[in-house]
């Protein structure tokens, strides 16, 4: 079993910054990929950026392709989530999420490819 825990996130005015962090604990040793999603309220949750954990290969959803940044530090066993020039469009409440296939089983932004998933952590953006 694998326990991912968020931590960051919180309000933030129009062209700022916030970094939130992933800290995965128990078999990590399982992991292959790693994901950012967000789910805003009246909408599905959307895949935002995905990262193997082998090689760090990214993809990232348009929408904040430029702005974010998905990464990772294998010793602390964390993933983080850089996003620069947020917008109130970046509102939601961000979850990451862990699978142990070493390949995208189905489509990387969606959620059912996912088997461990974190609490949410609300991002808040005023314009």
């Known amino acids: 079993q694998v326990q991912l825990v968020v931590s960051g996130g919180g309000s933030v005015q129009a062209g700022g910054s916030l970094r939130i962090s992933c800290a995965a604990s128990g078999d990590t040793y399982s992991i292959q990929r790693m994901g950012w999603f967000r789910q805003a309220p009246g909408k599905e949750r959307e895949g935002v950026a995905r990262i193997f954990t082998s090689g760090g290969r990214t993809s990232y959803a348009d929408s904040v392709k430029g702005r974010f940044t998905i990464s990772q530090d294998n010793n602390k066993k964390t993933m983080y989530l850089q996003m620069n020039s947020l917008n109130p469009e970046d509102t939601a409440m961000y979850y990451c999420?862990?699978?142990?296939?070493?390949?995208?089983?189905?489509?990387?932004?969606?959620?059912?490819?996912?088997?461990?998933w974190g609490q949410g952590t609300q991002v808040t953006v005023s314009s």
């Open positions: 999420a862990a699978d142990w296939r070493a390949f995208d089983n189905l489509h990387w932004s969606h959620p059912g490819g996912y088997t461990y």
